[in-house]
């Protein structure tokens, strides 16, 4: 036997990862078994499946949402009360988006999930490709998230899902509360904790976000799905991609930091709940859906309101 193989702590296969933050080596097994135990007891925690459920799930084709997929199906795809359907919206990057649009299809065919697909180009018009090289007042990631979010509910919406899944790891988890933090935005605080329900928005659930990013990425790589593809040529992010050095280096230092982030935030989100709670909801006067001002943030990016 080779001295120097490192052994899983819960048996005596060979250990593929250290979780420095658990101080557990595992095996491909045990690694398998803990990455679904988490996301089994987020389910639980946060967002109960009912009886009768539609599950939709925002499936860019990356490794994050194809993982969210996978997993919900495995939980719950032998189920003939709950169904599971993958929406997957075309911004129209070229070179970056047709991939990944392609490798959601591939997986959900291969699980036996039905698949749709639709476009900025026939939803609002325009496409990132457009959008990107025109004059702004925000980065083209704020145009592409506030457009693809409201594609997404309104699709959801429209086939009766009960619960919309998004492939958010704890990696952007804890960045995003460092960021709202530094920025002082408490409204996005209120935003990000757990969610309740709201008429005219579909309930997000976000099941990976417990598990960190390298465990995402691994969890795919053992599984078969896809790992990613090459960046998208507009994500320019400053803050937030200093956040993420950031979070790495002390997640480095100090194991542990990010869950200590996202535990943290948990702890104290209802109470910022009830100081600040969240404005009522009405139909954006010009689309219909919903939002918190007269018009929505989607129509206000497009200038439909000029
Ligand atoms: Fe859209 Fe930004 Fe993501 Fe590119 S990186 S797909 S522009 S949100």
Known sequence: MDSKTIKCNKCNNDAIIFQKYSGMHLCRKHFIEDVERKIKLTIRKHYSIKRNEMIAVGLSGGKDSSTTLYILHKLFGKRPDIEIVGISIDEGI???????????????????VRHIVRSFKDEYDTTMDEIAPQQREKGACSYCGVLRKSLINKIALEMGATKLAIGHNLDDEAQTILLNHLKGDVSRMVRLAPPKELEGLVLRMKPLRHIPEK?????????????????????HEAMRREIRVMLNDFEVKHPGTKYALLSGFDKVSGILGREYPQEGLQKCSICGQACTEKVCQACKLLKRDQ
Do not use: Q
Request: glycine share 12%.
């Open 215 to 235: 465990e995402v990425a691994l969890y795919a790589y053992l599984n078969d799905l896809p790992l990613g593809f090459g960046g998208c040529p507009y994500a």
């Open 94 to 112: 070229e070179g970056y988006r047709p991939d990944t649009i392609e490798s959601a299809r591939e997986l959900t065919s291969k699980l036996g």
